[in-house]
């Protein structure tokens, strides 16, 4: 039986790269999805429905608190409430590498708006929906980076390395309302704004070669893992970070 019939998902970040992946891969799995982005997540949207899933689209900016409330007013319109949350959304792909130097304050305060606050804000969105249906499942995305120095996206890996502190205290507070909060912390990932990169095939090149199982991470690689940490299989497990990184990482 597919692990996620009966279950709404919110995936932000969705209209493409991970997070599109991801909500492909949960509406698979049979979540009923709401598509979020401030992108056109329509052609998504379109492909869940032509595998047989359900889904919607609904433009949103995760900084912005009506946009995270129209999410949650979506999801119970279209499909009666929210059993799970996968924040993905966050400013990374087309990032600059950028010595800690010459970061300006401007793009500072918003990597940490969208990367850090807006986990914060869709989490407050959807948590009373949650505690009415007794209980859900939040999936934040980090990153590798925040458990080895990388140089030059300072702002970047101080955004994702407060996702993790914030997971662990979203998940002492809100487990007595049977929400369960967790992450994943995917290695550099081939999605479609990090090829377009310029010069990423030699950084790509040196990460496959630090990595046990020695090829590029493709955003599916991200599937399986969200799914485990999204449905029951999991369901005694809370507060913890999950790298999926090809054994870049090992801890």
């Not at 009923?32 to 492909?47: H, P, R, S, T, Y």
């Not at 890996?157 to 929400?179: F, R």
Request: proline share 3%; net charge negative.
């Amino acid at each position: 039986m597919p692990l996620m019939i009966g279950k709404t998902a919110i995936v932000t970040g969705a209209a493409q790269g991970i997070g599109a992946r991801l909500a492909l891969g949960i509406a698979l799995e049979g979540a009923k999805v709401i598509v979020a982005d401030i992108l056109d997540g329509n052609e998504i949207v379109e492909k869940i429905r032509a595998q047989g899933g359900e889904a919607e689209f609904i433009r949103s900016d995760v900084t912005d608190d009506a946009c995270c409330e129209a999410m949650v007013d979506l999801a119970h319109s279209a499909f009666g409430g929210i059993d799970v949350l996968v924040n993905n959304a966050a400013l990374f792909g087309t990032l600059p590498l950028t010595p800690l130097d010459e970061i300006t304050l401007q793009d500072w305060d918003r990597v940490l708006q969208v990367n850090t606050r807006g986990v914060w804000q869709c989490v407050k969105a959807v948590t009373p929906s949650m505690i009415r249906r007794g209980g859900g499942s939040i999936v934040n995305v980090a990153t590798n980076r925040v458990f080895k120095g990388f140089p030059n996206l300072l702002h970047y890996d101080a955004s994702k390395g407060a996702v993790l502190s914030m997971t662990k205290a979203m998940a002492a507070e809100l487990g007595d309302s049977n929400i369960r909060v967790n992450a994943v912390a995917p290695g550099l990932t081939m999605s479609e704004n990090v090829l377009a990169k310029e010069g990423i095939g030699d950084r790509i090149h040196s990460v496959i070669n630090g990595r046990a199982l020695k090829r590029e991470q493709r955003p599916e690689d991200l599937i399986g893992p969200v799914l485990f940490l999204a449905s029951e299989l999991s369901a005694f497990v809370s507060g913890q970070s999950l790298v999926v990184d090809g054994g870049g990482i090992m801890r």
